[in-house]
């Protein structure tokens, strides 16, 4: 299972997404006034194990509601995307200090072709989300025998 992004840009485009945000948090922007340029606020970490029978995928999604997530399968790639909604407060004394990350998320992976799409199942419990996928049966390979005429 292909597990690595071709992010040749990568750095770059994590201090643009930051400064970005930056300033919209600083000039009071909205998403909406964001022009959609922003595909994901922020990554889940996730691992991937393959077995024997099947690949598990599991991302670390803490305070993201199971309503809130999205999984899809689509011409071989698998999709998981959601938002973490941030929590409001009307306290504006004192000093306020906010480091979990909010927004939107999205991560894609391609599968194997041992994959078995149809299959697909997807549960979320106490913010891990766990992606089951299966592997087609293998098909055996069997000596053809050649007749003379």
Not at 118 to 124: G, L, V, W
Not at 130 to 137: F, H, L, N, S, T
């Amino acid at each position: 299972m292909n597990i690595s992004r071709f992010e040749p840009w990568g750095l770059v485009n994590v201090l643009h997404r930051d400064l970005d945000q930056i300033a919209a948090r600083r000039f009071g922007l909205s998403d909406a006034e964001d022009n959609g340029h922003s595909i994901a606020d922020w990554l889940p970490a996730v691992d991937i194990v393959e077995e024997k029978e099947r690949f598990v995928l599991r991302a670390d999604l803490p305070g993201v509601k199971a309503d809130d997530i999205d999984v899809n399968m689509e011409n071989g790639v698998l999709s998981i995307s959601g938002q973490r909604v941030t929590e409001t407060s009307d306290d504006t004394d004192g000093v306020r200090r906010l480091e979990r990350t909010s927004g939107k998320f999205y991560r894609r992976f391609t599968l194997p072709e041992t994959a078995n799409p149809d299959d697909i199942s997807a549960k979320s419990d106490n913010g891990i989300l766990e992606v089951v996928i299966p592997k087609q049966a293998r098909v055996k390979s069997r000596r053809i025998a050649v007749q003379s005429s």
